[in-house]
């Protein structure tokens, strides 16, 4: 088990370019979220996959922010015309639905967003 | 709509010393999950501690133990013998049990703790 593994784990961009970024989730865990950290605070619930399905989205998504789960695995989160205030840490997690402590999640390293 | 609150931003303890860290939270709801998690330097958040709201027995991992009281909405984490690698932030997080399909994690600021040698 190789633990939850996110890409890129830096990107600095200039304001108005896209973005994306790729989490691989602990491998048979069917559930997988994404958060966002700035800068002094804890994490905030972006986004929540249940296998292929997004089941839940946060006031925080909007318009610009797009996120996917293709086939029940690996999941990308795409930021549309970056603005300065999407410079933030994003984490994913997943956690598993059998097997174990089904609500606890696991965190992997994030991916620092620098828009300039 | 559920809070967490971690009134210390910062906390220190000498090596080998005791510290408890605090968290409240509100809610309305009966049954949920209570979580520390451990956010080392520039590394990965990690689970320390779970506890189950319908559990009255306080979760217990190694050198890290909770106190829960419940009708206080409080949920404080206890560290023992406190070592250099405990230098981290430290995060108390919320999630309810009780509302179908929902499964995020509501987290407070967080507490800094520094471990003086």
């Known amino acids: 088990d190789t633990g939850v593994s996110q890409d890129p784990r830096h990107k600095i961009t200039k304001r108005g370019q896209n973005v994306t970024f790729r989490c691989d989730p602990i491998?048979?865990?069917?559930?997988l979220y994404w958060y966002r950290q700035t800068l002094g605070q804890g994490p905030e619930f972006l986004t929540y996959?249940?296998?292929?399905?997004?089941?839940?989205k946060s006031r925080l998504l909007s318009d610009r922010f797009s996120a996917e789960r293709p086939k029940g695995s690996f999941s990308t989160l795409e930021i549309q015309r970056t603005e300065q205030g999407d410079s933030a840490m994003y984490l994913c997690?997943?956690?598993?639905?059998?097997?174990?402590?089904?609500?606890?999640?696991?965190f992997g390293p994030g991916t620092r967003l620098t828009v300039l | 709509a559920q809070t967490v609150t971690q009134s210390q931003p910062e906390m220190s303890v000498q090596e080998a010393e005791t510290v408890t860290l605090s968290c409240t939270y509100d809610?309305?709801?009966?049954?949920?999950?209570l979580f520390w998690y451990k956010q080392p330097p520039s590394r990965q958040m990690i689970l320390v501690i779970r506890?189950?709201?319908?559990?009255?027995q306080n979760a217990t991992e190694n050198r890290f133990s909770v106190n829960f009281q419940k009708a206080a909405k409080s949920f404080s984490l206890k560290i023992s013998d406190s070592q250099l690698g405990d230098a981290a932030m430290y995060f108390c997080?919320?999630?309810?049990?009780?509302?179908?399909?929902?499964?995020?994690?509501?987290f407070g600021k967080g507490t800094k703790l520094s471990v003086i040698p």
């Open positions: 997690a997943s956690s598993p639905t059998f097997g174990g402590p089904t609500d606890t999640q696991y």
């Open positions: 491998s048979e865990h069917n559930r």
């Open positions: 996959f249940q296998n292929e399905a997004q089941l839940e």
């Open positions: 809610t309305s709801e009966s049954d949920y999950y």
């Open positions: 506890q189950e709201a319908y559990k009255q």
């Open positions: 997080a919320y999630r309810s049990a009780l509302r179908a399909g929902s499964y995020q994690l509501t």
